[in-house]
């Protein structure tokens, strides 16, 4: 499966921005989809994950009550509405998907080896 994030930009502090993630070759009906994010000199982090069926969500305390992800199976598409923004929020943003796993559930969405495929990646800049 390919993925291909977009809806980046340049934003101030407070704002709001909603970035999508497409996929093509093959349905996201069978994968958990995370989204991840690296601001410059640091590592990779997890920010939220959606199971397949869109049952469950989980995301990373530094963005809990602010971000919100969201699928749309039907159209391949995974988002992530992001409000509240901070200067700290700043970083590349990068969806991710892994075949559907009993074992998601135990904590490897947090695990960005856990993922098999990844998009490119969409830059966000969040100005004070």
């Known amino acids: 499966v390919q993925l291909q994030a977009s809806g980046g930009g340049l934003v101030q502090a407070g704002g709001s921005l909603r970035l999508s993630c497409a996929a093509s070759?093959?349905?996201?009906?069978?994968?958990?989809m995370g989204w991840f994010r690296q601001a410059p000199g640091k590592d990779r982090e997890f920010v939220a994950t959606i199971d397949s069926i869109a049952s469950w969500e989980y995301y990373a305390e530094s963005v809990k009550g602010r971000f919100a992800i969201s699928r749309d199976n039907a159209k391949n598409r995974v988002y992530l509405e992001m409000n509240s923004l901070k200067p700290e929020d700043t970083a590349v943003y990068f969806c991710?998907?892994?075949?559907?796993?009993?074992?998601?559930?135990?904590?490897?969405?947090?695990?960005?080896?856990?993922?098999?495929?990844w998009g490119q990646g969409t830059q966000v800049t969040v100005s004070s």
């Open positions: 070759g093959r349905g996201l009906s069978n994968y958990d």
């Open positions: 991710a998907a892994k075949r559907r796993n009993p074992n998601y559930y135990s904590g490897n969405y947090k695990d960005d080896r856990w993922y098999d495929y």
